[in-house]
């Protein structure tokens, strides 16, 4: 059973629009989940932790692979949308097909936009779209050293992941 709609880009934007009239704030996180690891659930937690509405833009099977390579993604995107529409941190999936989330930040205007510790609020490359926009960058999760393409090399390695 799934704890979050998936959402078309229409239909997302009626639900954050209803959502903000309510008083409720919106926070988006974004990223491609290809196989889901702990450091996403770590960053989606802590994402929702900022209080309020939480979206996640997921990158479309073309924006996977052009990001992530040959191979990638391992899941196509309706099964990567289902996983993170199932984690109880998640309001609203909604997948993108933009080679950036940039669209949907001006779509959906969000109060936060939640990125990773990969990065600093300086780095993001969205962030001036997102203060356009009204919203203000937050960084959240734990240090990234999780990531699914190295959980995959490793395993091509034959070494025994780390505990």
């Known amino acids: 059973m799934l704890n979050a709609p998936i959402l078309n880009r229409e239909d997302l934007a009626a639900e954050v629009k209803r959502r903000r009239e309510s008083g409720g704030k919106i926070i988006l996180a974004n990223g491609c989940f290809d196989l889901l690891h702990v450091g996403h659930i770590r960053y989606l937690t802590a994402a929702k932790e900022i209080g309020g509405t939480l979206v996640v833009g997921l990158n479309s099977d073309r924006q996977a692979h052009l990001l992530k390579g040959d191979g990638r993604p391992f899941m196509p995107e309706q099964e990567r949308a289902e996983l993170i529409a199932a984690l109880k941190c998640v309001d609203l999936v909604t997948i993108f097909d933009e080679p950036?989330?940039?669209?949907?930040?001006?779509?959906?205007?969000?109060?936060?936009?939640?990125?990773?510790?990969?990065?600093?609020?300086?780095?993001?490359?969205?962030?001036?779209?997102?203060?356009?926009?009204?919203?203000?960058?937050?960084?959240?999760?734990?240090?990234?050293?999780?990531?699914?393409?190295e959980l995959i090399e490793k395993r091509g390695r034959g070494e025994e992941a780390k505990r």
């Open 100 to 149: 950036t989330v940039e669209q949907l930040i001006r779509t959906i205007r969000p109060d936060f936009h939640a990125k990773g510790t990969d990065y600093t609020t300086d780095s993001v490359p969205e962030r001036d779209i997102v203060r356009e926009c009204g919203g203000q960058v937050v960084i959240t999760g734990d240090p990234k050293d999780h990531s699914s393409t």
